[in-house]
T-cell receptor, first 114, second 113 residues
């Protein structure tokens, strides 16, 4: 069965600091990878996704993620965070077949202090 | 704007009193999902519909049922809510064709007294 691990449960950064959130998945086949963000009191929104092609994916709000197949990883990065990036971040994976059953990681709660 | 709508946003019910949560979508997507998200946890898939075909996750309790009367609407019925069912319930939709994201509604926060 697929599983997703997010190693950082809570991250606290100052504004302008760089961010990297780890995500590893376990699945032997072809996968689709996602990062979703949940701002306080809001619904899950897609930050970025990887299906195929260039392993470096750029998303909204200056986020990017790199798919490293050999490491089963899809880490999220942002060079300079803002206070408005305070949110919970979920990595998720689906297999490349079937009904795209999303398997989520446990999430990383990011707090950016001004 | 095309979107996923959930009603109500907040629902309070009593222990054992049936409750129904509603989801509607204007995206005309053929797949709809229900997730349960407990505090500080990842969303957990309960079941999904592909058109009218219902697919239950193996570990979804029998207490949870769902209906999809048409493409636009999907309901989550909790027959006898327990305290452990207090959670955020998320509806999501997608188009079944290989490479697509899921679009989430704002969720319904269920409180069980």
């Amino acid at each position: 069965a697929q599983s997703v691990s997010q190693h950082n449960h809570h991250v606290i950064l100052s504004e302008a600091a760089s961010l990297e959130l780890g995500c590893n998945y376990s699945y032997g086949g072809t996968v689709n990878l996602f990062w979703y963000v949940q701002y306080p009191g809001q619904h899950l929104q897609l930050l970025l996704k990887y299906f195929s092609g260039d392993p470096l994916v750029k998303g909204i709000k200056g986020f990017e993620a790199e798919f490293i197949k050999s490491k089963f990883s899809f880490n999220l990065r942002k060079p300079s965070v803002q206070w408005s990036d305070t949110a919970e971040y979920f990595c998720a994976v689906t297999s490349n077949t079937g009904f795209q059953k999303l398997v989520f990681g446990t999430g990383t709660r990011l707090l950016v202090s001004p | 704007d095309a979107m996923v709508i959930q009603n109500p946003r907040y629902q309070v019910t009593q222990f054992g009193k049936p409750v129904t949560l509603s989801c509607s979508q204007t995206l005309n997507h053929n797949v709809m999902y229900w997730y349960q998200q407990k505090s500080s946890q990842a969303p957990k898939l309960l079941f999904h519909y592909y058109d009218k075909d219902f697919n239950n996750e193996a570990d979804t309790p029998d207490n949870f049922q769902s209906r999809r009367p048409n493409t636009s609407f999907c309901f989550l019925d909790i027959r006898s809510p327990g305290l452990g069912d207090a959670a955020m319930y998320l509806c999501a939709t997608t188009v079944y064709k290989g490479y697509n994201e899921q679009f989430f509604g704002p969720g319904t926060r269920l409180t069980v007294l």
